[in-house]
């Protein structure tokens, strides 16, 4: 199974350049009751919106959502794709919890929802460029729009971590921590590396491997970022940066990968066991 060859894909080595959803357009109205249907839509808007607000209750993570409420917020790539509220608790039948899943195309903090980038759109566009043309230019690819709600989120994550790690290489490789930018740095990787940041839900079957394979790159995030006292334990920094940082590439060469329009010949031409 092609998930199977991307969870092999453990040696990828990316060159880590460190300068470096919508709904179905409805129909039409007929022009008299265009007036009156977007009103309507409004309304209906503003409803659903008071409806999630209402089911958050206090103490519960997520908005409660029923399997049928989900389906209803299929999108035109045919994924489940929440704006407000992402972060959604399953219920099941006799209003049991299920499960708790991340339908946004952000890695967000389940209990406050707070993502863990606000990457503008401008920087958006260029982490997307980076994963892809930057990459290899000699191949076509997806475009944003057509891309998972997880492959958009590990772009963003992972292009703002670039910048954290060009910072990091200094105290890593030199132990030099004088930079005062390291204390941001390692507050940005230990929060990707936290347990309650949790990735957009897979939806596809690369997305399987995907997501498990951001799980590994997680851990060494959270090693790098919660070593006490660097500077004391340059040795075991060094060595926990090198990790993170090859786990990245890792990540960034797999990106590529799926974010290519033949991304299951690639596949292919992985190695499986």
Known sequence: MRYKRLLNLITIVAVLTLSACAEKEAPKPVEEKKEN??????????????????????????????????????????????????????????????????????????????????????LVKEGFTFMTVGQNPSIQYKSWDEATNLERALVKAVYVSVQAFRVLEVPARKGDFSNAEITGALAYLRKGGDFDYMAPVAQSETDLGLYQKNEMMKKTWNKLANIEKPENNKAAFSEAYEKARQETNNMIGVLNILLSKNYEERLSELPSK
Do not use: W
């Open 37 to 122: 249907t977007s009103f309507n839509q409004k309304e209906k808007n503003s409803t659903e919106k008071k409806q999630d607000v209402q089911k958050k209750e206090e103490g519960q993570i997520g908005v409660a959502t029923t399997v049928e409420e989900l389906k209803q917020h299929t999108d035109k790539r045919g994924y489940i794709f929440y704006t407000d509220h992402p972060i959604r608790r399953i219920m099941g039948e006799e209003g049991r919890t299920t499960n708790i899943c991340n339908y946004g195309d952000q890695v967000l903090n389940i209990r406050t929802g707070e993502p863990l980038e606000n990457a503008p759109a401008n």
